[in-house]
């Protein structure tokens, strides 16, 4: 299939300033350092990753919000990086995004309808000025949402109403790619599941191509085609749903895997629980070598020397120097 | 169903002012000064409702006589009626007040999100200009640019009152400035303007739609305590015989002209003090009530 989004070796570093009149730089945070994927039409990628890891600053630089200090992103197949004006606005047509927090995406001074019938406004060569209201009732309709609370304020929803009145504004230009920055990880784990649920009942509606990212694996098992494991700015491992939950070749992601909690109380003690000691290290200051290398069981001395690229190892790209199946779910 | 209709129809959407409004209606302190307020307001607007004297009409026979039935707050040194002197003071005193907050408001709030929004180098220039005015003391401020316009000779009413408001907006613009700079730089990071910026909105939809309804409480609140302040200033001013000055009539005039004879008629101070520091409050009681109201966290 072809590919709709390319994203090639982004990085996105952000300066760490000290002083109060003269600003002066004296390190880098390398919140995304390096990151290639592509996504297909109608796929998803789930992006997972522990706090810190750069997913949302990924999620920014990919919607355009915040430059990209390197790299390059296509968009069928036409560089993004350097769009200005129209041609810009005209892409934001096709990518949107669905935020993390439901309190604080929907501008409180707002009716629901302003705020899923903004788009219409910003980009009044969608549709005809005369069938907005009507675009906006169906819109709620089709995020399961009573299109009579069109007069509504924000603070009147719950939370998982919240996001999808995020998704419907998302929707209302009807994009080819939507980019879910956590978007569920703010809701109720009832919620979650009925939020996830239309997400994926969109996407086949829709033909949505969705960047899903989380920082829960369980959650993004549930809809993604292929899956990304983030580390510090660096995608670690990258393969299809089974080959990343069935066959895990690198350590984070095995340890990660065997966090999950396992259901069935039989199971509980046969799995194989991989505990990972100390923190993340600074971003700002990473470890040579291979950036999990502080905390991995299997580091030699060749990991501190030299950064594992993320190439085929064991059926699918793994960015480690031992990479190696291990079961970790039973 | 129709058990949900009739909530749905109950249940009627309301807006942070909204809110706000249904807060203050059942605080007594909001009616208290809203009242003052109002009756200063009405003072201001038609003073023959409250007394058919002349505030021009000097009768030195009756210099410093003390209040009595004729003349409730009794005759200045000049042999003015107090009385009538207090409430036609009133307007120059609102005129000052209201017309100076609305410049520092519109100047300072403008400026304010601007440099909020765009951040950069525009906000470190207006920062570092509104550094250096709120770094001179008010009342020397006050004192340079007044003489300096003063130095003309005499001038009309008209003159003297937008010489105060235009002193009184230039040095106080950057108190609005900061506190609208700063709920603009925190609305900025919001969600809900990555949305839209992700929307492709322009800056002045952002600006207008997005930060402006969200930013204004703040702001407000300062400026309904301001407006108090303001009077103040003008009454600090003019008592400094640099503000307002004949044949303008105000409270700060009033007790310019009643500081020299404080022992011998002391209630020719005591009245247009006693209304200006009524007003001041009410004022500030006005902003107390509707920041505890616009504060959703205080409910």
New interface residues.
Partial sequence: MADLLEVRDLVKHFPVKRGVLFKQTIGWVRAVDGVSFTLGAGETLGVVGESGCGKSTLAQVLMLLEPPTSGEAFFEGRPMFSLRGAELKRLRRDMQIVLQDPYTSLNPRMTVGDIVGEPFEIHPEVAPKGSWAGRVRELLDVVGLNPEHINRYPHQFSGGQRQRIGIARALALRPKVIVCDEPVSALDVSIQAQVMNLLGELQSEFGLAYVFIAHDLSVVRHLSDRVAVMYLGKIVEIGTEEEIYNHPTHPYTQALLSAVPVADPALRGRRDVIRLTGDVPSPIDPPSGCRFRTRCWKAQDVCATEEPALVERGGHPSACHFAEERSVVP | MTDQMAV?AA?R????FGDAWHELRRRPLFWVSVSMILLVVLMAAVPTLFTSGDPGLAQLSRSRQPPSAEAWFGYDNQGYDIYTRVIHGARASIVVGVLSTIGVVLTGATIGILAGFYGGWLDAVVSRVADIFVGVPFVLGAIVILTTLNAGGDAGPVRIVAQVVLSIAVLSWPVAMRIMRSTAIAAKQ???V?????????PR?IIG??ML??CVAPVLVYSTIALGAFIGAEATLSYLGIGLRQPVVSWGVMINSAKDYLRVAPHALLFPAGFLTATVLAFVMLGDAVREALDPKLR
């Fill in positions: 749905l249940d959407p309301r807006g942070l919001q969600d809900y990555k949305a839209a910026r992700a929307l492709g909105a322009q939809r739609k997005h309804p969200n």
